[in-house]
């Protein structure tokens, strides 16, 4: 840590960026930060993995019935034929 260099702007970066990272909307962060324009807050938006594996993983579907193929559902397969 002793050869790490942190100013005032890194305090305020990485605050920031916990802030999103713990659920805080970029708007608030944006107010926070005393920014005039959500664009220039937007560069906290960029997410790492860990976020985009968790905004997967809460978008997974838990479905625990067998799925039907798509050519076995006569109401689908009626549809398409009537294109």
């Not at 305090?11 to 005039?36: P, S, Y």
Request: proline letters at 4%; glycine letters at 4%.
């Amino acid at each position: 840590m002793a050869n790490k260099r942190v100013s005032p702007h890194v305090i305020r970066h990485t605050t920031a960026t916990h802030l999103l990272r713990a659920g805080v909307d970029i708007n608030t962060i944006r107010a926070w930060l005393g920014h005039v324009s959500i664009t220039t807050t937007n560069i906290y938006a960029e997410v790492d993995l860990e976020m985009k594996t968790k905004a997967l993983a809460s978008c997974e579907i838990q479905d625990d019935k067998p799925h039907q193929p798509w050519r076995d559902d006569k109401g689908l397969m009626e549809f398409l034929s009537n294109l």
